[in-house]
């Protein structure tokens, strides 16, 4: 594999979606996670006899996709279903993210995974450079309530549930704070990326 990896992550809300955006117009593969995970459960997906065989046939919706609303509740509230539901997911989608990142011709591929630090997946030498987009939490907090109708309470439990903020800073190599408008977060971008071409050896 001769392109270099970025691991992009941030919490919900933080517009990591938009920035890998970003930089796949500027010419970067994105390799996205959660993109896979939907074509993996989408009707027809590969994980879907998988899963239907684990959850039963009320673990997919009309479509013969993935119902998303049923197995949220359902693995909310049962850690092992959970990790079973991991347990299929996961194996599938590292090994398509590694195709797709195996078959890139560009100079480095952006691969955004939500929960990288959580699992653990910045350790050791598989990426580059780990990217974070950060934002402050009570602007996480209102962009999530206006994208998904959620309360506050609701916002605050999934936060919860995700590395901190400090953590992810952590973690970080480069940080873009995805705080304005589009604009000043596609300028951002664009001296984040001309840097990584640099660093790249590539202008």
Known sequence: MSARLIGLTGGIGSGKSRVGDLFAERGATLVDADAIAHE????GGAAM???LAEFGPQAADARGALDRAAMRRLVFADPERRQRLEAILHPLIRQESTRRCQAATTPYVMVAVPLLVEGGGHRGDHYWRILVVDCPEELQIARV???????EPAVRA?????A????RLAAADDVI???GDLATLAARVDALHRNYLRLLGKI
Do not use: F
């Open 49 to 51: 006899p998988a899963l």
């Open 177 to 179: 704070v995805n705080d």
């Open 145 to 151: 309530m206006a994208r998904n109708g959620h309360d």
């Open 164 to 167: 901190t903020r400090a953590e």
């Open 40 to 43: 993996l459960t989408g009707p």
């Open 158 to 162: 999934i936060m919860a549930a995700q």
